[in-house]
């Protein structure tokens, strides 16, 4: 079965060629005049959707050497992400999906996330903890068998992601602000400056990011100046104590085996280094490939294929959904 996924939930346009549970190609086109804004703008980001997508999916049905009637199916993301972006994709989707006459499924980018561990671990076993953490996205979960999820942790304010590109934006850094205060960070001290870690009680598995925010506001806002690589490593690391202790918990709770990390903020090398002092020497931990963290359609497409192969697929006026839920 040979699947297209297409990936527009935010500021990266994705198109990718999946087949057997393998990427036959996987391109990705992130959107740069976004750093002129210093965040996403969704009108401009659902125009270059627009713009780009057509020629992305000739280019990746030339690098997977097939042609559209090749083609089984179409996997894109109807949820969460931005409406406008969403629907971008989502009928450019329809609109090939009904030409060709193949069937289409809508992907739940979060579900997505997730699955991209498997796709770089096909033997990867369950039941299983996920830390799943991006920018839009903070959350723990307990992943029992396939499409089987119990949410043991959310944030209730800002995501770790979001918490990276507001901090990067009160230091006046550009955007993204996860690998500007990462690569910032590399020459600074951590312990330099002993930022707020919330919700650190005993057993509570739940996020807040947005005292952290108003702190480092106030120390900018205070200090005449400071070490902006001190500031910056030691921001990152109060984010990424607390992911990590958030995670270790959820290990010792549901006494599993193994554990994935999903999204993009698990490209972070802060992150993983720390992960591998406090977990890794315990239990299994699996990350995706760098290029299979941040949104790509490589996961869509494989994901795609997985329910698709079940005889699953979407009515052509399924509808996206800015806010969709895991489960």
């Given at each position: 079965?040979?699947?297209l996924?297409?990936?527009?939930s935010?500021?990266?346009t994705?198109?990718s060629?999946c087949?057997?549970g393998?990427?036959?190609?996987n391109?990705?086109?992130?959107?740069?005049?976004h750093?002129?804004?210093g965040?996403?703008?969704p009108?401009?980001?659902?125009?270059e959707?627009?713009?780009?997508?057509n020629?992305l999916?000739?280019k990746?049905?030339?690098?997977a050497?097939i042609?559209?009637?090749?083609l089984?199916?179409?996997?894109?993301?109807k949820g969460?992400?931005?409406?406008?972006?969403?629907l971008?994709?989502v009928?450019?989707a329809?609109?090939?999906s009904?030409?060709i006459?193949?069937?289409?499924?809508?992907?739940?980018h979060?579900?997505?996330?997730?699955y991209a561990?498997?796709?770089?671990?096909?033997?990867?076993?369950?039941?299983?903890?996920?830390?799943?953490?991006?920018?839009?996205?903070?959350q723990?979960?307990?992943?029992?068998n396939i499409?089987?999820?119990e949410l043991?942790?959310?944030?209730?304010d800002?995501?770790?992601?979001?918490?990276?590109d507001?901090?990067?934006?009160?230091l006046g850094?550009?955007y993204?602000?996860?690998?500007?205060?990462?690569?910032?960070?590399?020459?600074?001290?951590?312990n330099?400056?002993?930022f707020p870690r919330?919700?650190?009680?005993?057993d509570?598995?739940?996020?807040?990011?947005?005292?952290?925010?108003?702190?480092?506001?106030y120390?900018?806002n205070?200090?005449k100046?400071?070490?902006?690589?001190?500031v910056a490593?030691?921001?990152?690391k109060?984010i990424?104590?607390v992911l990590?202790?958030k995670?270790?918990r959820?290990?010792?709770?549901?006494?599993v085996?193994?554990?994935i990390?999903?999204g993009g903020?698990?490209?972070n090398n802060?992150l993983?280094?720390?992960?591998?002092?406090k977990?890794?020497?315990?239990?299994?931990?699996?990350?995706?490939d760098?290029?299979?963290?941040?949104?790509?359609a490589?996961?869509i497409?494989?994901?795609?294929?997985?329910?698709?192969k079940k005889?699953?697929?979407?009515n052509?006026?399924?509808?996206?959904?800015?806010n969709?839920k895991l489960?």
């Amino acid at each position: 079965m040979i699947i297209l996924g297409i990936e527009s939930s935010c500021d990266e346009t994705a198109v990718s060629i999946c087949k057997g549970g393998k990427i036959l190609s996987n391109i990705v086109s992130s959107q740069q005049i976004h750093n002129d804004y210093g965040g996403v703008v969704p009108e401009v980001a659902a125009r270059e959707h627009d713009r780009l997508l057509n020629h992305l999916i000739i280019k990746s049905l030339d690098e997977a050497n097939i042609s559209l009637n090749d083609l089984n199916g179409i996997g894109v993301t109807k949820g969460p992400g931005l409406a406008g972006t969403l629907l971008t994709g989502v009928s450019f989707a329809k609109g090939l999906s009904q030409s060709i006459n193949i069937p289409i499924i809508g992907i739940n980018h979060l579900e997505a996330h997730i699955y991209a561990n498997f796709l770089a671990y096909p033997k990867l076993k369950y039941p299983l903890v996920c830390l799943l953490v991006s920018g839009g996205h903070t959350q723990i979960w307990y992943i029992k068998n396939i499409f089987d999820y119990e949410l043991l942790g959310d944030t209730r304010d800002d995501a770790a992601g979001e918490a990276f590109d507001k901090g990067a934006r009160v230091l006046g850094l550009g955007y993204p602000g996860g690998p500007i205060i990462e690569k910032i960070s590399l020459k600074g001290s951590s312990n330099a400056i002993n930022f707020p870690r919330a919700l650190m009680e005993k057993d509570n598995l739940e996020f807040s990011f947005s005292g952290l925010k108003t702190s480092l506001l106030y120390l900018v806002n205070k200090e005449k100046s400071f070490d902006l690589k001190d500031v910056a490593a030691s921001y990152q690391k109060a984010i990424i104590d607390v992911l990590v202790t958030k995670l270790l918990r959820a290990v010792n709770i549901k006494k599993v085996n193994n554990c994935i990390i999903a999204g993009g903020v698990a490209a972070n090398n802060c992150l993983r280094n720390l992960v591998d002092e406090k977990i890794e020497d315990k239990i299994n931990v699996f990350y995706p490939d760098i290029n299979l963290c941040t949104d790509n359609a490589a996961m869509i497409a494989f994901l795609a294929e997985i329910y698709l192969k079940k005889g699953m697929t979407s009515n052509i006026d399924f509808e996206v959904i800015p806010n969709l839920k895991l489960r």
